[in-house]
């Protein structure tokens, strides 16, 4: 089992920013890549970003390259996302995720676990 847990998020206005971060517990070392996806209401869950075990390769939603940032501290066993220039569409529930190797970590379908997630709201 794996356990996540997701924080920081908040109400921000618009340009601003925040970091989020993913506690992860339990068998970690069996789904070492980990991931952020979104969703908002009406919408499906879309992916953010992924990072892979050793931290040396990150992927990014095209609409988040530049402006969001995924890191880890495997020390730490935590994940974090950092948001920049925040828009109001950036507005979502945002979850971590964890995965094996050897996955297609663009896709959601391709993670075992999740956390509960945590509410971003950016006003105008």
């Known amino acids: 089992q794996v356990q996540l847990a997701e924080s920081g998020g908040g109400l921000v206005q618009a340009g601003g920013s925040l970091r989020l971060s993913c506690a992860t517990s339990?068998?970690?070392?069996?789904?070492?890549?980990m991931g952020w996806f979104r969703q908002a209401p009406g919408n499906e869950r879309e992916f953010v970003a992924a990072i892979t075990w050793n931290g040396r390769t990150t992927y990014y939603a095209d609409a988040m390259q530049g402006r969001f940032t995924i890191s880890r501290d495997n020390a730490k066993n935590t994940m974090y996302l950092q948001l920049n220039s925040l828009k109001p569409e950036d507005t979502a529930v945002y979850y971590c995720?964890?995965?094996?190797?050897?996955?297609?970590?663009?896709?959601?379908?391709?993670?075992?676990?999740w956390g509960q997630g945590t509410q971003v709201t950016v006003s105008s």
């Open positions: 995720a964890a995965a094996g190797f050897g996955r297609n970590l663009r896709s959601r379908d391709e993670y075992d676990y």
């Open positions: 339990g068998r970690t070392f069996a789904l070492p890549n």
